[in-house]
């Protein structure tokens, strides 16, 4: 068994005051963990602790409710905003790989997103930056939320400033595609009660995917399930450490850097413990870019002499693709890189 290992990385050099030889060597770091590994632990992001508690508060207040009362707050799926209840999507489907049995990950998941009202200064279509559905049982889930999701834009964009100067590109880069960014935080709740396992069914938490946009801040809770497609092809366990978030790239930079750097391969399989699904939660920001903007592959990754290997893409025409796949179960045909890595998984 090779040994796996999550890169750390301390980003407070640059979420704060940081010397110009601290940053480059984070810089330097950075870009090694996302050529070999994708993901990458994240440390000194100065995300306080009150407020992923209170996080964790807003999940456990929101997942607890009866069916019934979440089913309120259902959505069309092309809005990617609401609740999602268990075995309603399929994240397989993302990537057009068939999963076990249809629409079945039994996670159940709640979605908001920057809205349209956020970008003032930008003309944005009102369908692409949905408003939000608030649950409202509890004042308090709005409140923590929207904190949370103000901490993980800031660390987001911080990695954005590191990313452009570990590509070499001009420090503000990303922010000439990032300005009215199709930002969403999905808290994902993995239960399910006793009598609705079957003996042997194949379970899937939540199916194989890569994430769609640049990059993924993600809390999760330290209940085992989340894995790692590494390069050796096999999967592996990975939790945050004490105090860090898991960051992982997304499709869209893989775009960008030709496959340089990595949208890695993740699945969740909690484990089940005498016919019971150890309850596990975690919360995804996804920070995917303008959808208006085209994503085209850096030339300078493309070896001379050799094509890139995306087609240039609209960040919106990329995440619809993606979206009708998990949501609404229409195969997506254009992920051929991502689902050949599937298949070769052992
Ligand atoms: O639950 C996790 O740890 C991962 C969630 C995830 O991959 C996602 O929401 O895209
Ligand atoms: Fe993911």
């Known amino acids: 068994m090779t040994e796996f290992l999550v890169p750390t990385v301390d980003i407070s050099s640059w979420a704060g005051d940081g010397s110009p030889e601290e940053r480059s060597r984070v810089a330097r770091d950075l870009d090694h963990a996302c050529r070999t590994v994708g993901f990458i632990q994240i440390v000194g992001h100065g995300v306080p602790a009150s407020v992923t508690d209170g996080l964790a508060a807003a999940v456990d207040d929101f997942f607890t409710r009866p069916l019934d009362v979440k089913k309120r707050y259902l959505r069309p799926a092309a809005e990617n905003r609401g609740y999602s209840p268990p075995k309603s999507e399929s994240l397989s489907y993302s990537l057009g790989v068939d999963p076990v049995t249809r629409m079945n990950d039994f996670f159940e998941a709640f979605n908001v997103g920057a809205s349209a009202a956020d970008y003032p200064h930008a003309v944005v279509a009102a369908d692409d930056y949905a408003a939000n559905t608030w649950p409202a049982e509890n004042l308090d889930f709005r409140t923590r939320a929207e904190s949370y999701f103000a901490h993980a834009r800031r660390v987001a964009h911080t990695l954005t400033r590191i990313f452009a100067a570990a590509l070499g ?22 239960a399910l009660p006793p009598g609705e396992i079957e003996l042997g069914a194949d379970l899937t938490g939540m199916g194989e995917h890569t994430d769609f946009g640049i ?63 150890e309850r596990r939660r975690s919360v995804a ?3 995917d870019g303008n959808a208006d903007a085209t994503i085209r592959t850096l030339p300078q990754f493309v ?12 960040v919106k025409e990329h995440i619809l693709a993606k979206l009708n796949g998990s949501r609404a179960g229409l195969k997506n045909t254009t992920a051929v890189r991502e689902a050949a890595r599937v298949h070769a998984a052992r």
């Not at 094509?307 to 240039?312: C, G, K, R, S, W």
């Open 285 to 287: 920001f996804f920070h």
């Open 169 to 190: 590109v001009e420090p503000g880069w990303f922010d000439t595609f990032t300005d009215h960014s199709l930002d969403v935080l999905r808290m994902n709740n993995y």
């Open 303 to 314: 070896p001379v002499g050799e094509e890139p290997l995306y087609d240039p893409v609209t």
């Open 215 to 277: 990059v993924t801040v993600l809390w999760a809770d330290q209940v085992a399930g989340l894995q790692i497609l590494g390069a050796d092809n096999t999967w592996h366990d990975v939790q945050p450490a004490d105090g860090a978030l898991l960051v992982n790239l997304g499709d869209i930079t893989a775009r960008l850097t030709n496959d340089v750097w990595m949208s890695t391969l993740h699945r969740v399989k909690p484990p089940v413990v005498d016919g019971t699904i």
